[in-house]
């Protein structure tokens, strides 16, 4: 039965309903469902094998899904061919023509008069900064430049919507670092709806507007990427992205949760049997001295990194010297000096920077 918008369609210009699609005994998507805004820049993030491309493929009509239905604006797009579902696609090979030139590429998909496609490669090169590269073939120019031409050819028919499949992935970290922000930079221009494929989740963090993460092929968080980062919806959110403590909770008669026998401010979830702590390195709090009746721990330092500018440590606490908390520290903290090896130092643990989740739900 074919379902018609309802009213969120007025807000929700990319809407994707109940997709599930199987390869043989394998479930590669489990009813999704997922909605983005016009001119949005959504990153679906996942490791190898998560769903993620197929439900990219799926979106570009490369893939046909075993249920569920697509609507763009008004449109049920879920089951049109890819030429009439008005999106340009970037994969991660850039996929040029390698015997034509640069502009040939750009042109490829332009059904126009010889002049007017002119006049339209020289606004692509212009907007992509490769002015002075019509005239090479792919062979000729940088794996960055490559990368550039196949946006470029992507965005040639002004589409609708833009599907971009690892499109950094083969870049060495400086080229990459430097295109994702102009990537960024060229999407916020031209305000097209953009949905990116990555396993990188500090590309993810840093330029999309809503970060998906995929596991199994399911949904985990949809969120910003600060709250994707700060509060994690399941453990899974919480180990895959980012660094993170986890730490062996005990009960108190009050219900609160203890650490090696230090009461925590903060409240254990009913029904948790066996629950573990999340903490990010960044928000333990080293203290310059204890500080009586205070939720302090004493803990030694085991090692310690140095890691541009911010030194990173393992720490065990003095009650139970099995737990090992990990810190990040910059040179501005006061306690920086005193990150040293084998020296006993006080810590405490932000309630608000606290988490609590079941050791059971990975």
């Not at 074919?2 to 479930?27: E, H, Y």
Request: proline letters at 4%.
């Amino acid at each position: 039965m074919t379902l018609a918008p309802d009213s969120r369609a007025k807000q929700d210009w990319l809407r994707v309903a109940g997709i599930s699609k199987k390869f043989g005994n394998f479930q590669a998507l489990q009813d999704i469902h997922l909605q983005l805004k016009k001119g949005e820049f959504v990153c679906l993030l996942g490791s190898s094998g998560c769903g993620k491309t197929t439900l990219l493929r799926i979106i570009a009509g490369l893939e046909v899904q075993d249920a569920g239905q697509i609507w763009m604006g008004s449109r049920d797009i879920g089951k049109l061919p890819p030429v009439q579902r008005n999106y340009g696609i970037v994969f991660q090979s850039y996929a040029l023509f390698p015997n034509l030139t640069v502009a040939d590429n750009i042109a490829y998909a332009l059904r126009m008069s010889r002049d007017e496609k002119a006049r339209r490669v020289a606004e692509l090169l212009d907007l992509v900064d490769l002015n002075g590269t019509e005239d090479r073939y792919p062979s000729e120019i940088s794996g960055g430049q490559q990368q550039r031409v196949a946006l470029a050819r992507a965005l040639a028919t002004s589409p609708s919507l833009l599907l971009l499949d690892e499109p950094l992935s083969a870049l060495d970290a400086k080229v990459r670092e430097r295109l994702r922000q102009e990537l960024r930079r060229l999407q916020q221009k031209l305000g097209v709806t953009t949905i990116m494929v990555t396993h990188d989740q500090e590309e993810a963090l840093s330029i999309a507007d809503r970060v998906v993460v995929m596991s199994n092929g399911a949904i985990e968080q949809v969120g910003t990427p600060e709250t994707i980062y700060r509060e994690p919806a399941t453990r899974f959110v919480a180990d895959f992205v980012g660094r993170a403590n986890w730490l062996p909770l005990s009960r108190s008669p009050e219900g609160k949760a203890c650490l090696a026998g230090q009461v925590l401010n903060i409240d254990l979830p009913a029904g948790i049997t066996r629950p573990v702590l999340f903490c990010r390195p960044e928000d333990v709090r080293l203290e310059a001295k204890w500080q009586f009746g205070s939720s302090a721990m004493m803990a030694l330092v085991e090692q310690v990194d140095f890691h541009g500018g911010v030194r990173s440590a393992a720490l065990s606490l003095c009650a139970d010297r099995d737990i090992r908390i990990h810190v990040d520290v910059g040179p501005n903290d006061a306690c920086y000096a005193a990150l040293q090896t084998g020296k006993r130092i006080t810590l405490t643990l932000p309630a608000d920077k606290l988490r609590v989740f079941s050791d059971t739900s990975l």
